[in-house]
């Protein structure tokens, strides 16, 4: 009985491993594409309102 299962069971934890390692290289590839266009923007002069330099919290 356990042997006719087997297949279904390795299939779901294929298939789960694969969909965790492509969103995992999804947030890779998203996060390296994010850094880029901020420093292309830095480097246009665009400047995040984070990092306005007040040093009074807003």
């Known amino acids: 009985?356990?042997?006719t299962h087997?297949?279904?069971i390795a299939a779901a934890y294929g298939a789960?491993?694969?969909s965790i390692?492509?969103?995992a290289l999804w947030?890779?590839?998203d996060g390296r594409a994010v850094r880029r266009q901020l420093a292309a923007m830095?480097?246009?002069g665009i400047r995040r309102r984070s990092n306005t330099g007040?040093?009074?919290g807003r």
């Open 6 to 8: 087997a297949f279904f």
């Open 42 to 44: 830095e480097a246009r």
């Open 21 to 23: 390692a492509l969103l």
């Open 54 to 56: 007040t040093g009074d």
């Open 1 to 3: 009985m356990a042997d």
């Open 16 to 18: 789960s491993a694969v």
């Open 27 to 29: 947030i890779l590839f």
